[in-house]
């Protein structure tokens, strides 16, 4: 037997749990009715692992204990197949085992296969004292009294399973119980064939209720402006698409509206969808106080624009000595404040413009554009910081087409170069790629700076993150930027992903898909406008 046969056999053997175990009636039954059937004095059921013969159950022998490399019942493993000796001492296999030239001086031996999962885990086995011609029935004896061990090896995995199961159960219902959040299964038709505690509650129905009834209509009533092709939950019924934290309004039974967050996926068996889970949360409290927090943040911020505006101004005309030459202690003073207020002008306008972009008030309207005259204006744009740093801008692009709203797109990418140029060496080189692959455009902007600590790559694009706490008042950043340039990215049904290591550089890659796809939307949070 191969090594491998070995081992998958063996496997299966101790699947079985039956190994160093006492021996049960249920097994002991079989062996004494084979005894009987075949009128011999003894009868085993034996397991055989890789070193030894484990005796489930025998009768007509005193000390069941038997040595492994002088059994019959290896032979019957091995060649997974029924042994049959008439007379063991003049077979050449065994005329030498100690069974047959010292006590108990067998003879006759008559030995059939036990399989579980489809390997020889052990037999079933006969033995007389005298010479015998095992019969036709005989075998047939064997093989019924075999099929009766193999049901009761069967049995005892079916036990264990069940066991299993029922305690897998019970973690699930206890996990549906506890959840928070409102879970919900449908049938293959789509509708409610499972709903947790927190999903009555929050649809303020009973279980009773819910139960049958179709999902979509349920949560979303045929008399609402909900469509299917505008309603991401009925898309995914219809089209069996998978949603993760999609936000939508659901209708509780009596009739109120609440906002939930929800992620969606079918199951499939057989290749064939047999039903779809749900998974949602009431977060009316929190857009509430999403709402409020970024009403005062616009609200502060407009507020802010007109005062600086007018300081900006002012501070301008004195710095340049329209008014008076100032003494030099005045005019270092003028030119910090000046500073300082074009970094606080840019930082409200960062602040109005990621309000806007997630209210959906910032329209991005799509026209066809070329890639190299979409990074030469960003690059003309950074072109003097760059100088001024002494940062190199090298760029490798080509005249394919980008749809989308070049203003944005151009934000973007100044943005990204702004940052590469901040944070990288005098000396070093920032460089800018952009071209399609695959049916999507590809903008890449690399730097060798310091790069992005491991445990701040995931946050990078969260609002107010810096990779040092120092950087807003050393490189002049307020920390929006990458969540802007992620915002106006989404817009365009595009993704934004960063590369770095710490301490040799990040790269920064855009990717869009080259035009409006023919059916659906274009994905992502905002009310856009499109041309064509």
Known sequence: MTTSREHTRVKALRALGL????????????????????????VYINLVDETRLWVVACTGQTDPALDHDASFCHFVVVDDAPVLVGDASTDPRFCDNPLVVGPPRLRAYAGYPLRWDGQAVGTLCAFDVVPRTWSRADLEVLADMSAWAELELGAEEVQRRLAAAEL?????????????????????????????????????????KLLGQPLHELLHPQDSSCYDDDCALG???????????????????????????LSFAPLRQDDRTAGAVLVFQDVSQRREVERLKDEFVSVVSHELRTPLTSMRGSLGLLAAGVVAELPPEAQSLVDIALTNTDRLSRLVADILDLERLSAGHMHVVRRPHRLNDLVALALAAVEGMAAQAGVRLEQETSDDICWGDADRLAQVLVNLLGNAVRFSHS?????????????EIRFEVCDKGRGIPPDLVEQIFERFVQVDVSDAREKQGSGLGLAICQSIVHAHGGRIDVDSILGHGSTFTVVLPQRRPRNGPWPGPLRRKEET
């Not at 160093?20 to 009715?33: C, K, W």
């Not at 995914?236 to 999609?246: I, K, M, S, T, Y």
């Not at 000396?427 to 952009?434: F, L, Y």
Request: net charge negative.
């Open 19 to 42: 190994l160093d175990q006492p021996g049960q009636e249920r097994f002991r039954r079989i062996v004494d009715r084979a005894k009987h059937l075949l009128d011999v004095p003894v």
């Open 168 to 208: 897998a159960q019970r973690l699930t219902d206890s996990v549906l119980r506890s959840a928070g959040d409102g879970i919900c299964a449908t049938d293959g038709e789509g509708r409610l064939a499972l709903v947790n505690p927190a999903a009555c509650d929050l649809l303020a129905a009973p279980a009773e």
């Open 235 to 261: 898309a995914a019924l219809r089209d069996e698409q998978v949603l993760v934290g999609v936000d939508d309004a659901f209708r509780r039974q009596d009739g109120e509206v609440f906002l939930v967050q």
């Open 427 to 439: 000396g070093s080189a920032v460089r800018v790629t952009a071209r399609m692959r695959e049916g």
